[in-house]
């Protein structure tokens, strides 16, 4: 049997935490260390004998990690964390900026191929698994228009970005998806969307002692490749509030290929993720590419990958004839 793969978590957030459980589920996996930028005796490890080191001794214990996860966010973190950490670990992450992928994947690629290693970025569900999706939807469907609809739900990369804004001390942002749009969508009609005709956007924010309210909201809601392009409610409430009423982190959406074949029958593909713990389910995805990173790694396929990359029977801890006999 093989040793199992050895996991490190660099950054112990919501995400990181999402990846220390979805660990312990993998039959062929084990946690073999969390990095963090605070204190380590403010963490209380997972599990009993997991070590919660330093940031600053990540390079100190390269040749005991398999496969890091990088669980930063998308604005400030990563576009740092990943070049930096791929020149040494192969590595998986969540950067969900979609904008900025092709310039992130680049920065990425030149010094994972210098170091070696393997870099899968932006995996979780969107982009991920509904990048997966609306690929398959215009390879089937190619006489056809691809819908996406977020939520409703509580992102995670859009609430860190508030969180980033001066004067606020905490917040969260929803994505409200349009039910009228999504069912004009399953008519087969492929009505033409605009983005603020598809969703809207909430954000609660706590602002910190003094901040001006007004200059606080005009940042978020003019902040582009996040709230410019949507209808942005911005709702300021107390800490107490935000604790209360928006701590769970649901999440969820839909991918529809609406298309034609043949002789112009209508065709509707449909792909629906409802999400108890938005967090949670992106660190199950990407562990199974962790797998399949250190799998790619192990036949000297290094660099920059996306889930386009990815053979999906690499994801799976069973071996290729099982899945054959099983789920074929």
């Known amino acids: 049997m093989a040793a199992p793969l050895r996991i490190g ?7 990181g935490r999402g990846v220390a459980a979805a660990v ?21 490890p997972p599990a009993p004998g997991v070590p919660v080191l330093p940031w600053d001794q990540l390079l100190e214990h390269r040749d005991r990690i398999d496969v890091l996860m990088l669980c930063g966010g998308s604005k400030a973190d990563l576009p740092e964390h990943g070049p930096a950490l791929a020149a040494h670990f192969t590595t998986v992450d969540s950067f969900d900026t979609h904008a900025k992928i092709s310039e992130y994947f680049a920065a ?22 509904f990048s997966v999706n609306r690929l398959l939807g215009e390879a089937l469907l190619p006489d056809g228009a691809t819908y996406t609809f977020w939520g409703k739900g509580l992102s995670q990369g859009h609430s860190d970005a508030v969180r980033g804004v001066p004067g606020v001390a905490g917040g969260v942002q929803y994505t409200v998806p349009s039910a009228e749009a999504i069912e004009a969508v399953r008519s087969g009609r492929r009505p033409e969307l605009s983005t603020r005709q598809k969703h809207t956007r909430e954000v609660y924010a706590v602002l910190e002692d003094g901040a ?4 606080v909201e ?58 108890g713990s938005n967090p949670e389910f992106t660190a199950s995805v990407l562990v199974a590419y962790a797998r399949a990173a ?23 801890p069973k071996p290729a004839d099982q899945l054959r006999a099983e789920l074929l």
Do not use: C
């Open 24 to 44: 312990r589920k993998a039959p062929d996996m084990e946690l073999a260390g969390i990095f963090t930028r605070r204190s380590p005796d403010q963490i209380t």
């Open 212 to 215: 001006d309210d007004a200059a």
């Open 294 to 316: 250190a799998r790619l790694n192990a036949q000297g396929d290094v660099g920059a990958k996306t889930v386009f990359d990815v053979p999906p029977g690499l994801l799976s």
């Open 9 to 15: 978590i660099a950054g112990y957030g919501n995400l």
């Open 108 to 129: 990425v690629d030149a010094p994972a191929r210098a170091g070696g290693n393997t870099a899968i970025i932006s995996v979780g569900w969107d982009p991920g698994m």
């Open 218 to 275: 005009r940042a978020i809601v003019t902040m582009p490749h996040y709230f410019a392009e949507y209808d942005t409610t911005v709702h300021f409430i107390s800490a107490e509030e935000l604790t209360r009423d928006h701590g769970a982190m649901p999440h969820g959406g839909f991918v529809i290929r609406s298309g034609s074949t043949g002789s112009g029958s209508s065709q509707v593909v449909e792909y629906r993720l409802d999400l």
